[in-house]
C-alpha cells in the first residue's frame, strides 16, 4: 500500500512504543521497550517476521533487559503509548 504525501507526513510525527522479547545468543530470555516511527512500522513488523535483528536499525530502545519487565517498568513505558 502506498501512503500519499499527507499519509507519510503524519506517519513521520507518529510513534509507537513496542514490546520486543527474544533470546540472546545463549538463549536467555531478554525484551525491548522500542520506540517505532510510524513510518518505519512496516519495515519493523517485516523485520520481526523474519526475526534476528538489530532494534536501533527502526527505533530507539528506550529500556531493554533480561528475562521480564517488571509492572514498574510496565506503568512506565504505557505514557510513550498516551496511556
Not at 510510524?38 to 523474519?50: C, P, S, T, Y
Amino acid at each position: 500500500m502506498q501512503l500519499n504525501y499527507t499519509e507519510k507526513n503524519l506517519a513521520k510525527q507518529i510513534a509507537y512504543n513496542v514490546l520486543v522479547t527474544s533470546s540472546d545468543e545463549y538463549g536467555t530470555p531478554t525484551y525491548y521497550y522500542v520506540y517505532v516511527r510510524g513510518d518505519e512500522m512496516q519495515a519493523f513488523g517485516e523485520a520481526l517476521k523474519r526475526g534476528n535483528f538489530d532494534p536501533e536499525e527502526y527505533g530507539v530502545v528506550l529500556n531493554w533487559g533480561y528475562g521480564e519487565p517488571d509492572e514498574e517498568l510496565k506503568e512506565k513505558m504505557k505514557k510513550y503509548n498516551g496511556n
